[in-house]
Nanobody, 116 residues
Framework: QVQVVESGGGSVQPGGSLRLSCTSS????????MGWYRQAPGKQRELVAH????????NYADSVKGRFTISRDDRKNTVYLQMNSLRAEDTAVYYC?????????WGQGTQVTVSS
C-alpha cells in the first residue's frame, strides 16, 4: 500500500512563499509520476502541477506558471512544490498524488492560507 503524506502548509501574506513537501512510501517512488492538486472552498479540485517519473516533464496550471515550481528528489522519496508570489486566490487545501497507470494514491492534504 502506497502512503502519501504532505507537509509544509500554513498561513502567509500575499507575495510570500511556501514550500510544500510530499513523501511517499510503500512502493518504488521513482516509478510514479507525482502531482499537486488543490481545492478551494466551494470549488472543484484542480491540477496545480505535475511531474513525470524521472522528472523529464513538468506541467502547470496557467494560474501558477512562473510562480510555482514542482521538483522531486527520488533519493528522499519526496516531491516539492515551491510557491512564490502567493495570492489570496491560492488559498486552498493542497493534495499530493502518486500516479502510475490507473492507480492514484492521495494524501490527506495540507492547508495553505494567503491573507493579509
Amino acid at each position: 500500500q502506497v502512503q502519501v503524506v504532505e507537509s509544509g502548509g500554513g498561513s502567509v501574506q500575499p507575495g510570500g512563499s511556501l514550500r510544500l513537501s510530499c513523501t511517499s512510501s510503500g512502493s518504488i517512488f521513482s516509478n510514479y509520476a507525482m502531482g499537486w492538486y488543490r481545492q478551494a472552498p466551494g470549488k472543484q479540485r484542480e491540477l496545480v502541477a505535475h511531474i513525470t517519473s524521472g522528472a523529464k516533464l513538468t506541467n502547470y496550471a496557467d494560474s501558477v506558471k512562473g510562480r510555482f515550481t514542482i521538483s522531486r528528489d527520488d533519493r528522499k522519496n519526496t516531491v516539492y512544490l515551491q510557491m512564490n508570489s502567493l495570492r489570496a486566490e491560492d488559498t486552498a487545501v493542497y493534495y499530493c498524488v502518486a500516479l502510475r497507470g490507473s492507480l492514484a494514491y492521495w494524501g490527506q492534504g495540507t492547508q495553505v492560507t494567503v491573507s493579509s
